[in-house]
């Protein structure tokens, strides 16, 4: 059974940093890209950031370029998101997911950790 578990949500004020941990069981993590996207209550689920299996290629949303990096310890078997300079706009819930190889669509999702940033 396959298991997404997100870390590392809070309430921070603007301008401050998160790291957000997502540990992932029962597959073979070093096969899997991995991505972080967010969501906002009533609105479509935004792509945040992808990593590639190995770590070797990384891309970023416009809207978080440049403040947010993406990581992955493939014998941990976690991805990272290190969020800096937070702003409001960034409040959401945040969710990894993990995509074979091949395929566009992610395979499998965690179920989010909810960050909040206050003006």
């Known amino acids: 059974q396959v298991q997404l578990v997100e870390s590392g949500g809070g309430l921070v004020q603007a301008g401050d940093s998160l790291r957000l941990s997502c540990a992932a069981s029962?597959?073979?993590?070093?096969?899997?890209?991995m991505g972080w996207f967010r969501q906002v209550p009533g609105k479509e689920r935004e792509f945040v950031s992808h990593?590639?299996?190995?770590?070797?290629?990384?891309t970023y949303a416009d809207s978080v370029k440049g403040r947010f990096t993406i990581s992955r310890d493939n014998a941990k078997n976690t991805v990272y998101l290190q969020m800096n300079s937070l702003k409001p706009e960034d409040t959401a819930v945040y969710s990894c997911?993990?995509?074979?190889?091949?395929?566009?669509?992610?395979?499998?999702w965690g179920q989010g950790t909810q960050v909040t940033v206050s003006s």
């Open positions: 997911a993990a995509r074979s190889p091949g395929r566009v669509e992610y395979n499998y």
């Open positions: 029962g597959l073979t993590f070093s096969s899997y890209g």
């Open positions: 990593i590639s299996r190995s770590g070797g290629f990384t």
